[in-house]
């Protein structure tokens, strides 16, 4: 039996499908099993199939569309069966590496939960090279805390770049009732209460900007944003020390701007009201306020094209502002 199991759910992307297996295929570390997880798609995967078929992937084809959170819980479920197993994104690509690099560090940290690499971001369409990269400096967080203020420090991380170790297992049923599709963050820290987990500072996984990503899902909503950052507080623990409630409120209030634009215009809740429910739960404050959260605003605002050209200079304007 194989050691680790690789699961790709995927959803009418079979042109990013065969980018992602290219780079799977490239791997170091060989010694995996690996299954598409399609989700009913209405587009054909026999071409994308065929060209990897002496490959031995297994390939699992829903009845009927059960949403992406259930489909990455079945893959939970399939993947658990070996001793690590990882859900990778049918639209990322993965260094030859990577792969290499999280069972080595699982296999040195047996009591891990899990471990992930950092990711760098590529247009889709644009050409992808990757670089010589060495073993990777490991970062290990031992508490929720811990993990938390690197997560609201912007850390370059995404679910696709996470290894698990399946006989730690995962929760039974990500919380998407409450978060949707930001659940996978939850997960993370909801792992680290019952273990330690870690971080290879390598970018090993390129993460693809295009239109039909998960962070332009129809489904989200604000509310969910602002569940997530209610989460971030309470895994801080109360009460906040100053420098936690200073880095709180910074990613808070960029990021609630920011998911705002990523939320349909009919879905959205008032601004104000946004605005009032963030400072009541201690997470947003306009002087926390920086270069993404203006973007934000100057995208809602229909100006985000011009902001995007006086943003250096007003950037140059700040810095001086700062050493006065």
Known sequence: MSRLTIVIPTYNRPGFLGECLESLMAQTFSDFRLVILDNASETDY??????????????????????STRNIEKAFAIG?????????????????????????????????????????????????????????????????????????????LNFG??????????????????????????????????????????????????EGQDSHNPIFREAHALALMRYYRDALGAPLAAEDLRLLRRH???????????????????????????????????????GQGIAALAALAGVGSAYSAVRPLLGKIKRALSRR
């Open 46 to 67: 026999g071409p994308v199939l065929e060209r990897f078929s002496s490959a031995g992937i297994e390939y699992i084809r829903n009845a009927e569309n059960i949403g």
């Open 252 to 290: 808070a209030t960029n990021y609630l701007l920011h998911a705002r634009t990523a939320v349909l215009p009919d879905a959205r809740i008032a601004f104000g009201e946004l605005v009032d429910a963030a400072k009541r739960d201690g997470v947003f404050s306009w002087a926390a306020i920086d």
């Open 80 to 156: 658990s069966a070996t001793e690590y197993f990882t859900i990778f994104h049918d639209d990322d690509l993965a260094h030859p590496y990577m792969l290499e690099q999280q069972v080595r560090t699982l296999d040195a940290n047996p009591g891990m939960r899990w471990v992930a690499t950092e990711c760098a971001p590529f247009v889709s369409g644009s050409a992808v090279a990757f670089e010589d990269v060495g073993i990777g400096a490991l970062d290990i967080y031992q508490t929720p805390p811990a993990l938390v203020r690197r997560l609201l420090e912007n850390v370059a």
């Open 161 to 210: 770049s996470v290894m698990f170790h399946s006989s730690q297992g995962p929760p039974a049923r990500l919380r998407h009732a409450e978060f949707e599709i930001v659940a996978d963050r939850v997960l993370l820290v909801d792992l680290a209460q019952s273990g330690p987990v870690g971080l290879l500072r390598e970018p090993l996984v390129r993460y693809r900007h295009h």
